[in-house]
């Protein structure tokens, strides 16, 4: 395993422990509905997001399906970071809060449909939004010397 995973740099991370725990808490975020795109034999897309299946429906579930694998790779790496990287913590959570800023511009402004509905995941990433860019000023900030 030591050729896919070089010595940790967690003793190189100054940044506050929550931060990194947080980092921890997304990851699992990620992970799990990536696995129920993946898995569900809708993707979640009808059953979860009440997307309307009778139209394009086999494509919309293939979407959803390689949307799930790219968020189950990158929530396995986001856990990775938290446990064993932290040197990279605020880095993660910079592309977080990155990835996070388009996704809200484009469901609520560019690509909105229109229709007034949203995914559940709209309302998350507009709460997640505040918490991340927190979160990221965390991991920028040196602990407290303890002396």
């Given at each position: 395993m030591s050729r896919f995973f070089p010595p940790s740099t967690n003793a190189d991370y100054h940044?506050?422990?929550?931060?990194?725990?947080?980092?921890t808490l997304v990851s699992l975020g990620t992970i799990?509905?990536?696995?129920?795109?993946?898995?569900?034999?809708?993707?979640?897309?009808?059953?979860?997001?009440?997307?309307d299946l009778t139209q394009g429906g086999k494509t919309i579930i293939a979407v959803f399906a390689w949307a799930g694998a790219t968020q189950m790779v990158w929530g396995?790496?986001?856990?990775?970071?938290?446990?064993?990287?932290?040197?990279?913590?605020?880095?993660?959570?910079?592309?977080?809060l990155v990835e996070r800023s388009i996704i809200a511009a484009n469901q609520?402004?560019?690509?909105?449909?229109?229709?007034?509905?949203?995914?559940?995941?709209?309302?998350?990433?507009?709460?997640?939004?505040?918490?991340?860019?927190l979160m990221l000023g965390l991991a920028l900030a040196r602990r407290p010397s303890a002396g």
């Open positions: 940044g506050r422990p929550l931060a990194a725990w947080f980092l799990v509905p990536g696995g129920i795109h993946v898995f569900l034999p809708d993707g979640g897309a009808g059953v979860i997001a009440g997307i396995l790496s986001m856990l990775v970071v938290s446990l064993a990287y932290r040197s990279l913590v605020p880095l993660f959570l910079f592309l977080i609520w402004i560019l690509k909105s449909t229109g229709t007034g509905h949203q995914p559940p995941e709209a309302y998350v990433t507009l709460l997640a939004l505040p918490l991340v860019a």
